[in-house]
C-alpha cells in the first residue's frame, strides 16, 4: 500500500451533527444498509481491526462513536453522540 496523502491536523466535532449513509443536505443516497458505525481517534492495528469487525464496539481505546444502528441511533461509546434513525 502507499500512502498518497498523509494526514495533518486533528478531527472536529461537527457544529450540527453528523450524517452516515447520505450527505448532511440528504442529496445522496446509500443504496445498501448500514449495521455498525465505529469512529476512532487513532488508526488501529490489525489485530484491533479484526476485533472491531467480528466484535463491533469491543475496541474502546480512542472510540469516539459506536453506532449499532439496527436498534436505533444511541451511541454506546459513551460520547452521547445519539441520533435519529431514517429509513
Known sequence: MTEIVTPAGSAVAPATGYCIGNNT?????FNG?????QV?????AQDELNTA??????VTNGLLLFAPLLTGGEDWSGQ????????
Not at 476512532?40 to 488501529?44: A, F, G, M, Q, V
Not at 469487525?53 to 469491543?58: K, S, T
Open 25 to 29: 443536505a440528504q442529496t445522496i443516497t
Open 33 to 37: 444498509r448500514i449495521a455498525y458505525v
Open 40 to 44: 476512532w481517534s487513532r488508526i488501529l
Open 53 to 58: 469487525m467480528l466484535h463491533p464496539g469491543r
Open 80 to 87: 452521547a453522540q445519539n441520533g435519529t434513525v431514517t429509513g
